[in-house]
Each structure stands twice: as structure tokens, then as C-alpha cells.
């Protein structure tokens, strides 16, 4: 996970901007050589489902607004050189010495990650031709109907649904749909 010397420390940035704090060092570190101190920059981030315009859409977001991790070994003028980038504000514990994270706390926010990484997986439910399901949003909710087809790649389904005695199919997204 680290490499001899290198230890995971916390920047601060400014709320909003974690993704061009991480552009700036990256660009950093292929112009000049902050590679040799700085191996992994870091953006702890979770995958949620907001609603845009009737559909749930799913948004990827940190869950440490304002913060950014870095593995590096902060040694010569590393540190000012950090400091320096745009929409920094400087090091989590706001001293003169950074102190790096401990490896408990490293291993706690990275299994966080991916603990969030699998939920969000979790959402990709499977739908099969033929299987009913109950239509949880939109002008149909709690209508229940039978799958025609599924398309995988854009997750949607086509469902065939009784109207007043009439069926009628719908198509429909797997975030409007639950299996019955």
C-alpha cells in the first residue's frame, strides 16, 4: 500500500473544489518532480441516487467534502510546494508539521470506499422477460405489470401494465420499478 517513506496525509481544500485540487496536482506532478514524493492523490467519494427532473439519477460525490488524501513523503519543500496549489488551504491538522494519517484510519476510509463502491454495484438489479414487478414512481406508481423486454445497457424496461381494463405498455427505468 505505501511505499518507504511515504505516508497518507489530509489537504484541505475549498468545499466544491476536491476535483481541481486533484487536477492541479496531477498536472504538478507530471511537470515537475513532486512525482518522486507524491505517488497516489485521492478523492474519497460516494455513489447516491438524486432526482432530476422525475428520474433518479445517480450522482458520484465526496463524502469528505473539503478534504483530499495524499500518499507522499513530505520531506525539503514538499510541503510548501502542496500548499501552494490552487484551492488549497493547507494540511488537516493546521500546524507547521503535518501529521500523517495512521494506517487504522487509512484502512477505514479506503474500506469505506469500497464498501460504498459495492452498494452502488448492488443497485444493478437483474429483470427478467416474463416477471412482474410493481411500479414504485411516476403517474403508474403502485401499478403491477409484467417485464416484455429489458434493455441492460440503458436499464430500462419495457412493462405491460392494465389501465382500466385496457393494457397498456410503459417504459420504465429500474430506479421506478421493485420486483414483486
Do not use: C
Not at 27 to 53: F, H, N
Amino acid at each position: 500500500m505505501t511505499e518507504t517513506g511515504k505516508k497518507w496525509y489530509v489537504l484541505r481544500s475549498v468545499s466544491g473544489k476536491e476535483n481541481k485540487v486533484k487536477e492541479y496536482l496531477e498536472s504538478e506532478i507530471e511537470k515537475t518532480d513532486l512525482g518522486k514524493y507524491v505517488s497516489q492523490v485521492l478523492i474519497p467519494t460516494e455513489k447516491t441516487y438524486i432526482v432530476r427532473a422525475g428520474k433518479k439519477v445517480l450522482q458520484e460525490r465526496p463524502y469528505l467534502p473539503g478534504y483530499v488524501l495524499i500518499e507522499a513523503e513530505l520531506i525539503g519543500e514538499v510541503v510548501h510546494e502542496l500548499k501552494s496549489i490552487n484551492f488549497v488551504i493547507g494540511f488537516l491538522p493546521n500546524t507547521d508539521n503535518p501529521q500523517p494519517l495512521r494506517d487504522s484510519e487509512v484502512k477505514r476510509i479506503l474500506g469505506t470506499m469500497d464498501e460504498l463502491d459495492e452498494m452502488a454495484n448492488e443497485m444493478d438489479m437483474n429483470y427478467y422477460v416474463g416477471e412482474n414487478v410493481k411500479v414504485t414512481s411516476g403517474p403508474f406508481s403502485s401499478f403491477v405489470g409484467e417485464v416484455q423486454e429489458v434493455n441492460e445497457e440503458r436499464k430500462k424496461l419495457k412493462v405491460m401494465v392494465k389501465i382500466f381494463g385496457r393494457e397498456s405498455l410503459l417504459e420504465l427505468g429500474y430506479m421506478q420499478v421493485e420486483k414483486e
